[in-house]
């Protein structure tokens, strides 16, 4: 997890990595990447079947590095991996929605204050 | 970079895909992108790339069909190529460097991962993009 900035008024000012993504590719970029992977997590995991599970969790594995987000493509690629073995798929999806909602949580903080900066 | 040939991008995630070409552009390099296998074949034909970059997991054709499209074209193994596998995916991986991939680069990966094993396909390190100008931030503090 990338450190937490402050300012010093007490508002949260994002991660470092947060900082450093937007420093590289320019806030505007930055803000159409994050809306992107946003929209792309609301309509992964709608089934339960372990095909549509394993192609949405190679995705989102294979996306969510970039962003940052490293807890959940690790929980992405532990299920893409027992769904591919049909065994545990049940504990490592109900693991993966935790990490999906912690992801939801933390690029709707990063939209917002992205979006509150343009 | 100018002057140089192309590098090609093959990812059907559009996230994955142009997140790789805005760093590389960034850098420097003339970039062009194709959404599967079948364009990335196309493309790799008129575009004579000097790297390619290549997700195995693709619609139409996959990134092992893209490889032996590549061969035949006699593309490989002058061009470089990176392939994106799944962790593990080790068999996966002998495929692809038996049909003419030079290095991969297992999913999730970084940013910086990634633009250091492209950088190391053609042995030319790819600096970190020039600060852009941002709005003025309040004085802040690291935690």
């Keep these: 997890m990338s450190a937490q900035i402050f300012t010093l008024d007490g508002r949260h000012?994002?991660?470092v990595f947060e900082r450093d993504f937007e420093a590289s590719l320019g806030r505007e970029a930055a803000l159409g990447f994050v809306t992107l992977f946003q929209a792309q997590l609301a309509e992964r995991f709608q089934t339960a079947e372990p095909e549509s599970l394993q192609a949405d969790a190679h995705k989102v594995a294979g996306a969510a590095g970039l962003l940052g987000l490293d807890a959940l493509?690790?929980?992405a690629r532990v299920l893409e991996e027992a769904c591919e073995a049909r065994a545990g798929v049940a504990r490592a999806f109900e693991a993966l929605q935790i990490e999906v909602e912690r992801?939801?949580?933390?690029?709707?903080?990063w939209t917002a204050r992205l979006a509150a900066a343009a | 970079m100018s002057g140089k040939a192309p590098i090609l991008v093959a990812d059907d995630d559009p996230l994955v895909r142009e997140l790789i070409l805005t760093r590389l552009r960034l850098a420097g390099f003339d970039v062009h992108g194709?959404?599967?296998?079948?364009e990335a074949v196309e493309r790799a034909r008129a575009l004579r790339p000097q790297a390619v970059v290549l997700d195995i997991n693709m619609p139409e054709l996959d990134g092992f069909g893209v490889l032996a499209a590549l061969q035949e074209l006699r593309l490989t193994p002058a061009t470089p190529v990176?392939?994106?596998?799944?962790?593990?995916?080790?068999?996966d991986v002998r495929k692809a460097i038996k049909l003419g991939a030079k290095d991969?680069?297992?999913?999730?990966f970084t940013q910086e991962q990634l633009m250091a094993r492209v950088g190391r396909l053609l042995r030319t390190p790819i600096a970190p993009p020039p600060p852009r100008p941002q709005a003025p931030q309040p004085e802040t503090v690291e935690i």
Excluded at chain 1, 103 to 109: D, E, F, I, M
Excluded at chain 2, 34 to 38: E, I, K
């Design chain 1, 13 to 15: 000012g994002g991660t």
């Design chain 1, 73 to 75: 493509g690790e929980a």
């Design chain 1, 103 to 109: 992801a939801q949580a933390r690029l709707a903080a």
């Design chain 2, 34 to 38: 194709a959404r599967d296998g079948r």
């Design chain 2, 82 to 91: 990176l392939v994106l596998t799944a962790r593990h995916a080790a068999e």
């Design chain 2, 104 to 108: 991969f680069l297992a999913k999730p």
